[in-house]
């Protein structure tokens, strides 16, 4: 009864909060007496508190009196009330509308954020105020669930001396309440449910992971999604610490598309759109950008991030996890990573649009070559994972890369992406025609013969490719070859002809290599 007494009261406060947002932007604005703007834009007003009141409900920000953190209150607020500014511009546009003040309509939108954020942080302290602290709160149940779990493995372990091997009700029953029977039988697939080595998890921080002894598991799953872990590398790190080598890890994660599919599926045409282009630009793109980041961080602490699947798997790998399996389960990409190796732990990781790759240059040594960025986050620790599960396509470039953005294709389509690669031909790393600079992984496919002569050249921005356009990775070898060798005999006539034949391909014969 409270709680419908509490949700009504917030609503009805919301209502109130949008008609002296209203009155206090008309009594504002320059050169109007407030009455005769009314009567003369009731109909325009109207439009705007009902777009307010809808989309509110629709979006259930008057619900947002129940939580307890206004670092999830305050971008919760402004997502809203900026689709508000924007839904009722567009219902005003289509309706031909269009006598509505800009600067009724903007400071509306400014005086009812502040309102209803002063509104339910006082809500919050009246209503809560008995209520102990999050971070104290949080911590007392960390301890009460430690002391539980270690009390339930002791008991487990003494069942096990005895020579009762057996699953526990309650742990099965607890996976199937918390992520459905799919979930429990993928589990129960590769976990030996009967043995005392594994642990079952819930959690979104490395302390409940830290707290495990070191390489003790053989197995261990979490049930929460990694879109709300802060860290995700350091916490798939912690895990590799506690597994011991060849053991399992199984998670979760909402990828971007399936993220998208959700949003389209959970609000009506066109508020859907709107709704998905904010959450895009602010939980996909702002992360990505030094300016925004911490900004970014600060509000949400890494909640509900936008994760791809790429950056999933590279995540994954570069954390020392091989991946044997994933499946789709109530729309979340469930992974089974197998420990290989310890992580890389890559201190200086590239998210923004400029990147930085690892290359063999000339002499065998490695140098970073500039590219605009084409790919998910992390792709680059993928190579191994996308060659055993998928082929090379002509050009010596795998088929089906779901590493590549929807922008990444078209950029490498017309080069736009290795423009950046000037910046190596100015430091002299790189030359104008050459073989193509190579990752690691990719450089150790080659034959034996083809890696010593390429260390004895620079690469080049113009690869042999375009001049004889071979099919297959050993065409590729074997025209690469022929340049080199060429290319020791006479270096500026083999550049030369190579680079003309390249230009003709390329202007001519729509030569691409992606």
């Not at 063999?360 to 605009?372: A, D, L, S, T």
């Amino acid at each position: 009864m409270f709680t419908r007494f509490s949700t009504y009261f917030r609503f009805f406060t919301g209502i109130v909060i949008v008609l002296m947002s209203v009155w206090i932007a008309i009594l504002f604005k320059p050169h109007t007496l407030p009455i005769t703007y009314v009567q003369n834009h009731y109909d325009i007003l109207l439009i705007l508190i009902v777009c307010w009141i809808v989309i509110s409900i629709l979006f259930k920000k008057y619900d947002l009196g129940s939580k307890r953190d206004l670092r999830r209150i305050l971008p919760a607020v402004l997502r809203i009330n900026i689709i508000i500014a924007g839904v009722t511009t567009l219902t005003m546009y289509g309706l031909r509308e269009l006598e509505l003040s800009r600067f009724v309509l903007f400071v509306t939108i400014i005086a009812g954020t502040f309102l209803e954020l002063v509104f339910f942080i006082t809500y919050k302290q009246l209503v809560h105020s008995k209520k102990i602290d999050d971070s104290l709160q949080d911590f007392i149940e960390t301890r009460e669930s430690l002391a539980r779990e270690r009390a339930e493995q002791k008991r487990e372990k003494a069942r096990v001396k005895e020579g009762k091997h057996f699953v526990s009700s309650h742990i099965s029953s607890y996976i199937i309440q918390e992520s459905g029977e799919e979930v429990y039988r993928l589990i129960n697939k590769y976990f030996d449910l009967t043995a005392d080595d594994y642990t079952i998890l819930s959690t979104t921080t490395r302390f409940n992971v830290l707290k495990l002894p070191d390489d003790s598991f053989s197995a261990i799953a979490n049930l929460k999604r990694i879109n709300d872990i802060r860290y995700v590398n350091k916490f798939f790190e912690a895990v590799n610490t506690k597994i011991c080598t060849n053991g399992l890890f199984i998670g979760c994660v909402e990828t971007k598309n399936m993220r998208k599919k959700r949003i389209m599926r959970k609000f009506p045409p066109v508020l859907n759109v709107i709704y998905y282009t904010f959450d895009f630009i602010f939980k996909r793109l702002a992360p990505k950008f030094n300016i925004t980041k911490k900004l970014y961080f600060f509000l949400t602490r890494g909640q509900n991030r936008v994760i791809s699947k790429a950056e999933t798997l590279g995540r994954l790998y570069s954390c020392g996890f091989d991946v044997e399996e994933i499946a789709t389960i109530n729309n979340h990409l469930y992974f089974v990573g197998r420990k290989i190796r310890k992580p890389y732990k890559d201190t200086n990781p590239t998210y923004g649009p400029l990147i930085k790759l690892r290359r063999v240059g000339k002499g065998g040594k490695e140098f970073y070559v500039y590219k605009f960025r084409t790919m998910h986050p992390f792709s680059e620790y993928l190579q191994p994972y996308i060659y055993k599960h998928y082929n090379l396509k002509e050009g010596g470039k795998f088929k089906n890369d779901f590493r590549v953005t929807t922008i990444g294709k078209f950029m490498r389509k017309f080069w736009i992406d290795e423009l950046p690669m000037l910046i190596n031909w100015i430091k002299g790393e790189m030359k104008l025609v050459g073989v193509r600079p190579l990752s690691t992984h990719y450089y150790n496919l080659y034959a034996e013969e083809v890696k010593q002569e390429r260390t004895k050249a620079k690469p080049g921005l113009v690869p042999p490719f375009y001049a004889d356009m071979p099919t297959t990775l050993e065409e590729i070898q074997a025209s690469e070859l022929k340049y080199l060798k060429a290319y020791q005999k006479h270096p500026f006539r083999t550049d030369w002809c190579y680079f003309w034949r390249a230009m003709f391909n390329i202007m001519f014969k729509n030569a691409r290599s992606a």
